[in-house]
């Protein structure tokens, strides 16, 4: 039961970084590979600011930097190469990763860094244990996937935004205004990056190379959740959290990321249309 | 600036061309966007290291000679490669690519985790280099690299050739469009999964040993997806589809960013500098897509002049395979 909460409090961390990834991957159709460097940065931002404005406004203002950050590199870097294909702006994104992780070890520096946040001690409840902060994380991201899912679902921009996913040019000749969704989605995407990576730093710690360790296993939660589909992403970023953290119980901890990956390549060419979704993927055959 | 040092960064740019013109072959040509050239170098490394390695060190090695020890990194890469290719082939596009990304990080995990064969995080640290008795410590730099420039032309001239072939034509073909290469009687399936198997291969008997030569020792992190995302700059800076343009573009990318090892700083600036590799590699990567998208050498100028020398062939060949000349699609 322990592991299936530890995978539980992991998993909800991906699926907030996951979450902004499948929203630009569906929008913009392309894999955003600096969205790793995104979460790393903003959970660098986090700890830095910290000093000077207090933990909690610190991360605030962390996320808003990140996500401003998003929308101006969506407008410099990749509106004008995106004419030239998905495959283009990966290799872009890729660009732009390798740049921020440079500026990270030049400003931040290579060693390990913390949070100064006390997850409180662990009491028990029931069959498992747990610390007050872990339910407050749980908590927010809870929050957040639900205020994601209500803008989506609710507002008029997330409906602009869901008829840009699933089919960008009859929403242009509709009338959406497609720059307006763009820049929305970059800067959420971008915020829900910063807000996994400091999630992920006040669970553990912080390094330079956060972004690169973390990039695959969100690609492999995008994937698997069938990436037209944001529910789909969160519940495939859980369960890649909890079956992560329970295999531990069957095979040494050190397999994990295997079993996440392989996980991922059973996946893709059992249903490459991902475990949660409807339509097929025409990609996958075309 | 000492001479050695140019020496050093012209064998470490010759090693990463080798992977480039070799990725050349399987993405530009073949279409096979494949990031995980990391894991599938890893594999010949260690296969290599383990081969030729002394049996009393910490990870016992089978003291094969060198060339036995190359022959079959290039065996089981290609082994790796053909296990690889035949799930991860059915998939196209970007699933192609995030599963030969996830495959190399599985590869690597392996690694970390099978300490007894591999030594774990901590390495192999004992290697076998060509002729390194044969010379003195101060020569053997140069010695290294003059054989790794002859792996390198070895490595561009079979490139060169098989774009050449009606083998890298087909490949170029099926690339732009499948249903009619298809259609004029080629298998895709075998000629890819022969082709990136074959790519494995020659990974493995060529770049793999020469970069372990290079290094010295081996640890697993030096098997990131940065290594596979600078081997692919290089590619990119050059002109993906292009014959001498991953040559060019590697050796450019390279010597660009191992310079700045000569500026002297203090120690406090050291991070700094360690930054400017990432950096160059990030910056060369967006500015070559956003303005020179072909790259130095683009795959139409590369091709033309064959495409022309192909036209006057083909008026006795009894198949006219010649692709569609708008190519240079990324």
Known sequence: MQNILFGLIAGSVLAVATSGFALLRNTERFLHIAHGQF?????????????????????????????ALGVVSG??????????????MLFTSVGLAFVIYAVMIA??????????????????????????????????????????????????????????????ELAQVRGVAINRVTRTVWALSSGLAAIGGIMMGVLGSV????????????????????????????????????????????????????????????????????????????EVTA | MSVSFLVTIATLALVFSMGSMLLNVES????????????????????????????????????????????????????????????????????????????????RQLIVIRKDVTGGTFGITSVKKPFAETFTFEAYPYVMLGLTLVLALVVWALCTRLGNSAYGLTLRAARDNEALAQSMGTSISAIRISTYAAVGAMCGFFVAPAYVWFLGALVPSIFVSSLTFTIWTGLVIGGLGSKAGPLLGALVLTIGS??????????????IISAFHPLLVGLLLIGVLRWRPGGLISERTSFTRSRARLASASATSETDRTPSAQTGSL
């Open chain 1, 39 to 67: 979460m790393a940065l903003g959970a660098f931002l986090g700890i830095v600011l910290a000093g000077p404005l207090g933990v909690v406004p610190a991360m605030v203002v962390s996320v808003l930097l990140v996500s």
């Open chain 1, 75 to 88: 407008i410099v870097l990749f509106d004008p190469v995106k004419e030239q294909g998905a495959n283009v």
């Open chain 1, 107 to 168: 400003v931040f520096g290579t060693q390990l860094r913390v949070y100064d946040v006390q997850l409180g001690d662990a009491r028990d409840l029931g069959p498992v244990s747990i610390a007050p902060g872990e339910v407050v994380l749980l908590l927010l991201a809870a929050l957040v996937i639900t205020g994601l899912w209500l803008l989506l679902s609710r507002t008029s921009i997330g409906r602009d935004i869901r008829a840009v996913a699933s089919n960008r």
């Open chain 1, 207 to 282: 390094t330079t190379e956060l972004g690169w360790t973390n990039i695959l296993l969100i690609l492999a939660a995008a994937v698997l959740g069938g990436m037209g589909n944001i529910l789909g992403v969160i519940g495939a970023a859980l369960a890649l959290g909890i079956v992560m953290d329970v295999s531990a119980l069957v095979i040494d901890t050190s397999y994990r990321p295997i079993v996440a990956f392989t996980i991922l390549i059973l996946v893709l060419l059992v249903k490459p249309e991902g475990l949660f979704s409807f339509q097929k993927r025409r």
């Open chain 2, 28 to 107: 530009s040509w073949g279409g096979m966007w494949d990031l995980g050239i990391a894991g599938q170098i890893a594999v010949g490394a260690y296969t290599y290291a383990l081969l030729t390695g002394p049996p009393d060190s910490a990870v016992p090695g089978f003291d094969l000679p060198i060339l036995a020890g190359m022959i079959g990194a290039a065996v089981v890469v290609g082994v790796v490669s053909t296990v690889i290719g035949w799930p991860a082939l059915r998939l196209r596009g970007e699933y192609f690519l995030i599963t030969t990304f996830a495959f190399a990080e599985i590869l």
């Open chain 2, 258 to 271: 191992e310079m700045i090892r000569l500026v002297e700083v203090s120690p406090e600036h050291a991070q």
